[in-house]
């Protein structure tokens, strides 16, 4: 699928080792969010009738894969986190297109991708069973351990490659087969993952992609019946649902989902690195992160002192396309979060709490065809407001 960089690439699910168009014919585009008019890929928009055809596939896989021994299923891994090596540039300038996050975090987004590749491929020599000795005369007691059968992975924008490696690596070494729905805004570098597997020699069905909405392909693979275990990083309020779906069947779940992280300041700190860890925290990757440094309660004798500190340094921050020299924030993803964002910007006001900087969508020609928000630091925030309680 190699093509020429920056050429509109039409992409397919992949079902069975074949790439696919969707039973619908559908499809849905991915646009880069600091630059609207560029477009990066045309992705299917599939259905129930591709999440049925991909476990099925995934399912016959299953038949041969967890048969071939742990140590050989890693050495795939192994190869595929060499790819990921030679790659990782390219890959992190599809991520910083697709996704808008800076050069700097999608480096290090794929770099994460390459460790636990290698991670995982040493743990396909060190999946150890128990031994136990037996209250019965002549009895041997042991456990090995058995793969679950066919996974089911629904994974965010966010984190694009990292979050994908950490549901599919582990599986995969553990003998299992998997279905991944990558995140409508960030679908590019879940294929670009995968398209490492496949060249390091994973076999056919073993992993499958089925690209679409949430509705359409993320509960559909989760209440699919031959979908032996189901894992989700996304919202609370997607992560109650799908939680409960899986319970109905007893199907094993692991849930990541929203956080309101507070960083605590006392009076001894060292306020120049808090500063910088505040900063870091609360802007790295836009803010969209579910670790996001999202409140900071500070020791009334430096409170303002560091308030100061902060506010001066988001004026500073540079704002702008991923790609370029010396940015440091990039777009919000779409303008969903911007619509996001700005509503809890008017809750906050409502609610009392006082705007100390940014608060509005970036205006001028440099942040005309993209997703750009200033970074926004509310003060006088009482616990119980929205601002100080809700993820944004």
């Not at 507070?262 to 579910?290: H, K, P, S």
Request: proline share 5%; hydrophobic share 40%.
């Amino acid at each position: 699928m190699a093509i020429a960089k920056h050429s509109t690439r039409h992409f397919k699910n992949l079902i069975g080792g074949k790439w696919v168009s969707a039973h619908s014919r559908k499809t849905f585009e991915n646009r880069n969010p600091a630059k609207n008019r560029d477009l990066v890929g045309i992705f299917p928009s599939s259905d129930t009738r591709d999440v049925s055809d991909a476990v099925a596939a995934a399912k016959e896989a299953f038949q041969t894969w967890r048969l071939v021994p742990a140590p050989k299923r890693a050495e795939i891994l192994f190869r595929a986190g060499e790819i990921l090596t030679e790659r990782k540039e390219q890959y992190a300038r599809d991520m910083t297109r697709e996704m808008g996050k800076v050069l700097e975090e999608t480096r290090g987004d794929v770099q994460e991708a390459i460790d636990t590749a290698f991670y995982m491929a040493g743990e396909g020599r060190r999946m150890f069973g128990n031994t136990t000795p037996s209250e019965l005369q002549n009895k041997f007691a042991m456990s090995v351990r058995m793969p679950v059968g066919v996974c089911g992975m629904i994974t965010p924008w966010n984190f694009p490659m990292a979050i994908p490696s950490w549901k599919l690596l582990p599986a995969i070494v553990c003998g299992n087969t998997c279905v991944i729905k990558p995140a409508q805004a960030t679908p590019l570098s879940t294929y670009n993952l995968v398209q490492a597997l496949l060249d390091a020699g994973l076999p056919k069905g073993v992993v499958n992609i089925v690209s679409g909405s949430g509705g359409q392909v993320g509960m559909p693979l989760v209440e699919h019946p031959d979908v032996n275990a189901i894992s989700l990083t996304g919202s609370s309020e997607v992560g109650r649902a799908v939680g409960m779906a899986a319970a109905a069947d007893f199907k094993p779940c692991s849930l990541e989902l929203g956080g309101k992280n507070a960083m605590i300041i006392m009076d001894d700190a060292n306020l120049d690195l808090a500063v910088e860890g505040a900063l870091w925290g609360a802007f790295g990757t836009t803010g969209q992160r579910c670790t996001a440094t999202s409140r900071i309660l500070l020791h009334k004798k430096i409170a303002r002192r560091f308030t100061e500190q902060l506010v001066e340094r988001a004026r500073k921050l540079r704002i702008g396309n991923g790609l370029e020299k010396g940015v440091q924030v990039g777009p919000l993803v779409n303008q969903q979060q911007v619509e996001t964002s700005a509503m809890y910007v008017k809750i906050a006001l409502d609610e009392g709490a006082k705007l100390l900087t940014g608060g509005k969508r970036l205006q001028g020609k440099a942040y005309a065809d993209g997703y750009f928000f200033a970074p926004t630091i509310f003060g006088g925030v009482k616990p119980s407001m929205r601002i100080a309680r809700e993820e944004v």
